[in-house]
């Protein structure tokens, strides 16, 4: 349902790194908003606010940080995982609250686009019922990346399968071996097996590494090339689709 409110909260997608990509909409949000608002790992500075700084600068005056009590250290649905993430969502969405009560705007920062795998959409479902908020859409990383990589992912009446490197290297395998064409994202210490499952549905030959897609440090080569299994978590592979051409 949209809601015709003035916006308490925005949610802001930021795009894949270069912040030239960002939408004049999302520009305007930053300039304006009272409080910006990103996640990050404890001593780390966001991502997402790092993006920003390029453009704004820092602004503490302005910034909020929502610093996870566990990142990649433990594993989604480990012990000590879902419980403490759950808690750190809901005391994350009191305190912004709190924002909104004192009648200030408040912009969520995220890559990409927030309302794919973005953070941003665990707050978005605690506060969205009670304030007006608006998600403002971003380029993905994954578009970002298959432009960066000169790659057209989908041809004719090809079929996208885009999936978490996290899943079961079995599933990896039955669902990338019913596809056209593939992006898998969140590869981090999941990458040696997202090479064997590509090699068991006989698409390692077309698959392509990224990492850091329009970011300091950006790396574009065929997976085959690449020699090691160590990847940054804004990393993915993609296997371009051989559908029609005309």
């Known amino acids: 349902m949209t809601c015709k409110s003035t916006p308490v909260f925005y949610g802001v997608g930021l795009g894949p790194g ?8 999302a520009r305007a949000v930053l300039d304006a908003a009272d409080r910006l608002v990103h996640f990050c790992k ?26 996870y009590p566990v990142t990649t250290e433990v594993a989604v649905g480990e012990a000590g995982y879902d419980g403490a993430i759950a808690v750190f969502y809901a005391e994350s969405a009191a305190r912004l609250a709190a924002e909104a ?7 969520i920062l995220c890559e990409g686009d927030p309302f794919f795998y973005g953070s941003l959409m665990h707050l978005w479902r605690r506060l969205a019922p009670r304030y007006p908020f608006e ?18 992912i989908t041809w004719g009446d090809d079929v996208l399968t885009v999936l978490p490197g996290t ?22 210490r999941h990458l040696a097996k997202v090479r ?3 090699a068991a549905a006989g698409l390692l030959e077309r698959a392509i590494y990224v990492e850091r897609a329009a ?29 029609r051409r005309l």
């Open 42 to 67: 404890r001593g780390q500075r966001g991502h997402a606010r790092t993006i920003v700084d390029r453009i704004l600068g820092p602004d503490p005056a302005r910034e909020i940080a929502l610093v």
């Open 135 to 152: 998600v403002i859409p971003g380029i993905t990383g994954m578009s970002g990346a298959w432009t960066l990589a000169n790659a057209p």
């Open 167 to 188: 899943l079961a290297e079995d599933d990896l395998i039955r669902r990338l071996a019913g596809t056209d064409a593939a992006v898998v994202m969140k590869l981090g």
């Open 101 to 107: 009560e004192a009648g200030r705007t408040v912009a």
């Open 215 to 243: 970011m300091a440090g950006q790396v574009i080569l065929p997976l085959q090339d690449k020699l090691d299994d160590d990847a940054p978590y804004f990393a993915m592979v993609l296997v371009p689709g051989e559908g």
């Open 196 to 198: 064997r499952a590509l």
């Open 18 to 25: 270069d912040p030239s990509y960002l939408t004049l909409r």
